[in-house]
């Protein structure tokens, strides 16, 4: 009986070819597991046949800013011990003095209570009132008097000053017409996602028209710019002569 023992040299051939068949199938598993891996990816992404790109989900459609009139209301509150518009009660009718010259050029109305238990001040300081707005810079001709029905009887109802502009606005936040939990699967916003937004920024515009089409361009200062040029060719650079004093001087 004839025993044959390999050598190294025998078995180098054998384990060379074994190397060879694991490196070529290495590629090929790595190439089928991410043809798997994809394929699942995509029965995920095309969830009930639904492609992400054509959801309609535009805050901006669901609470557009538009362009209305609306009431712009000042409540001015008078005891029934007062016989003078106090510097705070000033300032707020400059404010609203403000507000109306940049919105409207319509009629201003000053709105008294009728029922009050503070009628004898609200006659004192509507005259006051009329007084400040003309001195800030309504005409005359465009406050006009009126009055609204108190609360209720012995109520100190304030002064109301009012005009109607055109506002930006949008629709009324806070509505929850659906069930959160119904859109979980449907890649959506919430029906009051973006409400709050858009009414800061429609509170926000100083004007409204600004919203529609931009203003006209102011002209140009052409010395100033020229001068500007001239410097920067000449590399000369504009400086502050201000000194900069700590606090003992």
């Known amino acids: 009986m ?42 995920c992404a095309n969830r009930d046949n639904m492609s992400t790109g054509s959801v309609d989900d535009d805050y901006r459609q669901r609470h557009p800013i538009v362009l209305t009139q609306a009431e712009h209301n000042v409540d001015i509150p008078v005891s029934a011990s007062d016989r003078r518009l106090t510097q705070g009660t000033r300032d707020t009718i400059r404010g609203f003095v403000q507000d109306y010259r940049a919105h409207a050029t319509g009629t201003v109305e000053i709105l008294a209570p009728q029922g009050a238990s503070n009628s004898r001040a609200i006659s004192e300081l509507r005259h006051q009132i009329r007084q400040e707005m003309v ?40 509505q929850w017409p659906e069930d959160l939990a119904d859109k979980s699967f449907g890649n959506q916003n919430y029906y009051n996602f973006g409400c709050a937004t858009q009414s800061n920024l429609a509170a926000q515009v100083a004007n409204p028209t600004d919203l529609v089409a931009p203003r006209g361009q102011t002209p140009i200062d052409a010395e100033q710019r020229g001068t500007v040029i001239d410097n920067y060719r000449s590399g000369s650079t504009p400086t502050s002569t201000a000194s900069i004093g700590g606090f003992g001087g």
């Open 135 to 174: 001195a800030s810079g309504i005409p005359s001709k465009r406050i006009a008097d009126s009055f609204y029905p108190a609360g209720g009887a012995g109520d100190e109802a304030p002064i109301r000053l009012h005009f109607m502009a055109t506002t930006a606005v949008t629709n009324a936040c806070g």
């Open 2 to 43: 004839t025993i044959r023992l390999s050598t190294n040299a025998e078995r180098m051939p054998e384990m060379a070819t074994t190397n060879d068949v694991n490196a070529t199938s290495l590629p090929r598993l790595a190439s089928v597991a991410l043809v798997v891996l994809a394929t699942a990816l995509c029965g």
